[in-house]
């Protein structure tokens, strides 16, 4: 493919920019749920879920329309046990968000009498908002002048300004924030956000971008924009085995551990043990996951359920198998226990 060359910078026609983009966008834009939505909590629990999860993910599996549907509202969300909150995020990851976005409900009652503020300075003091999502909320559901920077428009913007700076360092982040400031439309700033970000996720793509169907391309500067944007940190892989015990009584209950680690705090997940003290047991079933920055390697083990009687406890407990079914449980475990249910 070649690329066709660059009539004028986007800094130097501005009008021209962001009126190419948002015509393209209203022409094209897809219809997801939270674009039909001006309240700002709906428009909060979109911009949560689509932190480091992709948009496909959200939507093929119905998150964003089900957690509503649990909690249309900062007072319900703000009522809410961490079981019920965990079960509705279950399968999401990253279970911190959801333990946030509650603490966020709960800022916005106690200092804002449940009305979301709009003014920029007011919602960097809620927990959880960054200068992203205040962008986000100012945007999407205030219609106000905004600012925001994610992985999209990071990498939209490297290539229409040729950057080959390093984006995710300290330097590169806020040169890409003043560009974004520099470019931003205060008189439609929702769609000219929504267009910036869809046209990262749509055609400006990691790897090869369709520039041939772009439609700001005379506006890039770039002549390689498959080498862009270029970062600084690579992420190390570090691969974990975890060891884990499927134990079933004689009346057919299973043996669950609640989680204590930062991670997953509250979710339910099949008892993990040393390899030295199960490994000699025989392993029925593995499975690896993905996690932040390890490659997890899941080994269940089969053990007899009167070595292991001493293990109930607050902590680690019997289950019918119908009352499993309510509890929330990490993804990984969820579709390994599923799967041991139906084999044992």
């Given amino acids: 493919?070649?690329?066709?060359?660059?009539?004028?910078?986007?800094?130097?026609?501005?009008?021209?920019?962001?009126?190419?983009?948002?015509?393209?966008?209203?022409?094209?834009?897809?219809?997801?749920?939270?674009?039909?939505?001006?309240?700002?909590y709906a428009v909060l629990v979109s911009e949560v879920m689509l932190q480091q999860t992709q948009i496909a993910t959200v939507l093929s599996k119905g998150y964003y329309t089900r957690f509503l549907?649990?909690?249309?509202?900062?007072?319900?969300?703000?009522?809410?046990?961490?079981?019920?909150?965990?079960?509705?995020?279950?399968?999401?990851?990253?279970?911190?968000?959801?333990?946030?976005?509650?603490?966020?409900?709960?800022?916005?009652?106690?200092?804002?009498?449940?009305?979301?503020?709009?003014?920029?300075?007011?919602?960097?003091?809620l927990p959880g908002i960054g200068r992203y999502t205040v962008g986000a909320l100012r945007a999407f559901a205030f219609r106000k002048p905004a600012v925001l920077v994610d992985g999209n428009v990071s990498r939209v913007l490297s290539r229409l300004m040729d950057f080959?700076?390093?984006?995710?360092?300290?330097?590169?982040?806020?040169?890409?924030?003043?560009?974004?400031?520099?470019?931003?439309?205060?008189?439609?700033?929702?769609?000219?956000?929504?267009?910036?970000?869809?046209?990262?996720?749509?055609?400006?793509?990691?790897?090869?971008?369709?520039?041939?169907?772009?439609?700001?391309?005379?506006?890039?500067?770039?002549?390689?924009?498959?080498?862009?944007p270029v970062k600084g940190r690579k992420i190390e892989i570090t691969r974990v085995d975890e060891h884990a015990l499927w134990l079933r009584d004689g009346d057919g209950r299973i043996l669950l551990q609640r989680e204590a680690g930062p991670r997953r705090t509250g979710l339910w997940k099949l008892p993990l043990r040393s390899v030295e003290e199960i490994g000699h047991l025989p392993m029925i079933a593995s499975s690896e996951y993905g996690i932040t920055r390890y490659r997890v390697s899941l080994k269940v083990?089969?053990?007899?359920?009167?070595?292991?009687?001493?293990?109930?406890?607050?902590?680690?407990?019997?289950?019918?198998?119908?009352?499993?079914?309510?509890?929330?449980?990490?993804?990984?475990?969820?579709?390994m226990l599923t799967h041991l249910m139906a084999e044992f």
Avoid: N
């Fill in 1 to 40: 493919m070649i690329k066709p060359p660059c009539r004028a910078g986007a800094l130097d026609d501005r009008p021209g920019f962001r009126d190419a983009l948002v015509k393209w966008f209203r022409k094209e834009a897809r219809d997801y749920s939270w674009r039909r939505t001006r309240d700002p």
């Fill in 69 to 125: 549907h649990a909690f249309p509202d900062v007072v319900s969300l703000a009522k809410a046990s961490d079981e019920a909150l965990l079960k509705a995020w279950e399968g999401l990851g990253y279970y911190r968000r959801v333990r946030m976005l509650r603490d966020t409900a709960r800022a916005v009652i106690a200092q804002h009498d449940g009305v979301f503020p709009s003014d920029a300075d007011e919602l960097l003091k």
């Fill in 164 to 228: 080959s700076d390093a984006i995710d360092s300290t330097a590169g982040l806020k040169q890409l924030w003043s560009w974004a400031c520099d470019l931003a439309d205060d008189k439609c700033p929702a769609p000219y956000h929504a267009a910036l970000m869809e046209l990262g996720q749509r055609v400006c793509k990691v790897g090869v971008p369709d520039c041939l169907g772009c439609p700001v391309v005379s506006f890039c500067q770039t002549r390689e924009p498959g080498l862009l």
């Fill in 301 to 335: 083990h089969q053990g007899h359920h009167e070595d292991f009687v001493h293990e109930a406890s607050e902590q680690v407990t019997w289950f019918d198998v119908e009352e499993i079914i309510p509890l929330p449980m990490a993804a990984p475990f969820r579709r």
